[in-house]
T-cell receptor, first 110, second 111 residues
């Protein structure tokens, strides 16, 4: 059940720009969570979507936003990029009460 | 505050030696704890969860509520166990729960 995919694999942006990351959940999984993993750190919870609505959020500012679509694919949008946003972004879809992680998108902000 | 602490950044052992990766947590509710593993160039994957009380790849972990710990143990380490290990606590900030991770411990098993 590890069919979670993410795109793109790598991305380079400059400070102040906006970025959209995409996630395709495992079939039948209606819950998706996004995490940020900075270098040398564990993943940190950004927010969660359940049936197209945000239903939980970590300690991240409003410039981090998301969407979930009827097919349960998902997007993470980050506005006004800052250097500290450089990280690996993971999405995880939930099935059988377990979170299944995608391979991540490596974002570099210059 | 909800927190997961993994005190060791790196743990290096020889093949066949016992392994213990430490995890302590801080949580006011009833904890639900997990160990995730990330092998080189692979995605993060669930290793085990305390409620299932399973042994996966020879690893076990017991929840000790008195010591607020969930240490991961294996009696005889194998080279293929070399990976990054993350302890995680499930909380219910969202209705489906989300995970709070520790910073991880890199396990290196030498031949």
């Amino acid at each position: 059940e590890t069919g979670v995919t993410q795109s793109p694999t790598h991305l380079i942006k400059t400070r102040g720009q906006q970025v959209t990351l995409r996630c395709s959940s495992q079939s039948g999984h209606n819950t998706v969570s996004w995490y940020q993993q900075a270098l040398g750190q564990g993943p940190q919870f950004i927010f969660q979507y359940y049936r197209e609505e945000e239903n939980g959020r970590g300690n991240f500012p409003p410039r981090f936003s998301g969407l979930q679509f009827p097919n349960y694919s998902s997007e993470l949008n980050v506005n006004a990029l800052e250097l500290d946003d450089s990280a690996l972004y993971l999405c995880a879809s939930m099935g059988s009460d377990t979170q299944y992680f995608g391979p991540g998108t490596r974002l570099t902000v210059l | 505050a909800q927190r997961v602490t993994q005190p060791e950044k790196l743990l290096s052992v020889f093949k066949g030696a016992p392994v213990e990766l430490k995890c302590n947590y801080s949580y006011s509710g009833s904890p639900e704890l997990f160990w995730y593993v990330q092998y080189s160039r692979q995605r993060l994957q669930l290793l085990l969860r305390h409620i299932s009380r399973e042994s996966i790849k020879g690893f076990t972990a017991d929840l000790n509520k008195g010591e607020t710990s969930f240490h991961l143990k294996k009696p005889f380490a194998q080279e293929e166990d070399s990976a990054m290990y993350y302890c995680a606590l499930r909380t219910y900030g969202g209705s489906q729960g989300n995970l709070i991770f520790g910073k991880g411990t890199k396990l290196s098993v030498k031949p």
